[in-house]
């Protein structure tokens, strides 16, 4: 059963065939750590771990870097505006590697609540700085880059097949509106080192042969990917925004530098999360973090479960409605499993339904179909071990007894309820009853009292 990837490079869907048999080098970029991590930036966290663990399932072995940007990465895409570290640090009267670690330590604990599987390695820009430098130099060498007052440049215009990724008509934007491009020979030349402004010092720069200052954001992609992975590797995944000019610099300078046409085989890109039919950023505001959805009585892995119902190339509209529906889908799934006995057979039909539905461009909403259809059939045998091989990739802890720990004002409105049952009061338990489910809880009466559960 042979695994389908759809290749942005190519337009096509594919059949994965990596470099080295059984093995895949992938890189996936990751945060930019001046801020706390939204959830439009955590579903593509989540389609890269569906990815990766496909890939295992299919028994591949997977050497995956991430990096996290800690430097270079401006508030403007076309190398204008504040470095966003910088801004952060001096917004928080911190230093940058503070603002670093604080972010991305509370990143790393949304990715694990979120079930999300750690890369190999978590690559820092800071810290391979001399590689970008080497990187630079290399280009120097091959003649591909021209210097401005304000930095090191790469020259677009030497490359006949600047943009394929995008599908760039390079015509269109030469002749396009006319903007302000500074020293820059061409719109679409990047930033590979910018040169610190002598007016005032910035916390991170380093030396270099063009001066003090700091590498352009999409050097630091090309020049780790490349040290972890080889000149030439097979997966690079990230959201779309980043084709037209991230994921496309990245190829110019790369396949320059390294001689090595594709650069990357498989190129993989995730949709957006929407909400009210725009992208969700934080630019327009008004967005959700894993903690404010915990705070308001979800289960971030029933987060995780809206993602798989959407295929990861389109956009997928989020409100706390649909959020709410995918809950009480998963926790609905997670009861009914708990109540199903092992008979230490494995169901190979649905089994097989589930890897034809994952191996098909990652179609997890038929995969979850095949997961539904396993456990609502009666007459199935094996499903214990069959939901075990799914939630592999799935990721949603399905076969995992949880300990919930009910607060104290729960209980009290949970026997106030129970009171008011016993005393026929109907319309004040059934208020109660909101109340508590509006806290995030549920109750589910027995014969002989209740049970709470998280929602």
């Given amino acids: 059963m042979q695994l389908k990837l759809y290749n942005t490079l190519t337009r096509k869907k594919e059949v994965f065939r990596p470099i080295k048999k059984g093995h895949v080098g992938m890189y996936s970029c990751g945060p930019t750590v001046y801020w706390f991590q939204h959830i439009g930036n955590l579903r593509t966290y989540i389609s890269n771990d569906v990815l990766k663990r496909v890939l295992e399932f299919n028994n591949y072995k ?17 190398d204008t505006g504040e470095d966003k570290m910088e801004r952060a640090a001096k917004k928080e009267k911190k230093n940058a590697s503070e603002i670093a670690q604080f972010y991305f330590q509370t990143f790393l604990s949304d990715f694990k609540k979120l079930n999300l599987i750690e890369p190999t390695i978590w690559s820092w820009a800071t810290k391979h700085i001399q590689e970008q430098i080497k990187l630079i130099q290399e280009l120097e060498k091959k003649g591909y880059t021209y210097q401005t007052k304000d930095g090191i440049y790469f020259d ?25 491009i500074g020293e820059k020979k061409n719109k679409t030349d990047f930033a590979l080192w910018k040169i610190s402004d002598k007016s005032g010092q910035r916390q991170q720069e380093w030396k270099s042969p063009w001066g003090r200052g700091f590498p352009g954001w999409h050097l630091e992609c090309s020049a780790m990917a490349s040290k972890y992975l080889g000149k030439q590797f097979d997966l690079h995944t990230g959201g779309q925004e980043h084709i037209p000019i991230h994921h496309t610099n990245e190829i110019a300078q790369s396949e320059t530098a390294f001689g090595k046409k594709p650069w990357v ?13 725009e992208k969700v950023s934080k630019s327009k505001g008004g967005l959700y973090t894993i903690s404010e959805l915990e705070k308001k009585g979800f289960n971030p892995l029933a987060f995780r479960y809206l993602c798989l119902t959407t295929h990861y190339k389109k956009p997928l509209n989020f409100s706390l409605e649909n959020l709410e529906k995918a809950s009480e889908a998963y926790n609905r799934l997670k009861n009914i499993i708990s109540k199903i006995k092992n008979d230490k057979k494995t169901n190979k039909k649905y089994l097989k339904e589930f890897q034809e539905a994952i191996n098909e461009d990652l179609e997890m909403s038929k995969a979850l179909q095949a997961l539904w259809g396993l456990i609502r059939n009666e007459k199935s045998e094996g499903k214990i071990n069959a939901i075990k091989e799914m939630d592999k990739v799935l990721g949603l802890d399905l076969l995992k007894k949880e300990k919930v720990s009910v607060p104290k004002e729960i209980k009290q409105l949970a026997d106030q309820r129970e009171k008011s049952r016993k005393e026929k009061k109907w319309k004040e338990a059934d208020e109660l009853r909101d109340k508590i489910y509006k806290l995030g809880y549920i109750l589910e009466d027995k014969n002989k009292g209740f049970i709470i559960k998280k929602r």
């Fill in 156 to 180: 677009s215009s030497k490359l006949k097949d600047y943009g394929k990724l995008a599908r760039l008509d390079l015509t269109k934007i030469k002749a396009g509106k006319r903007i302000d």
């Fill in 265 to 277: 085989k498989y190129w993989v890109h995730f949709g957006w999360l929407l909400s009210k039919g």
């Fill in 62 to 78: 997977v050497k995956h870097i991430t990096n996290v940007t800690d430097v270079g990465h401006l508030t403007s895409d076309a």
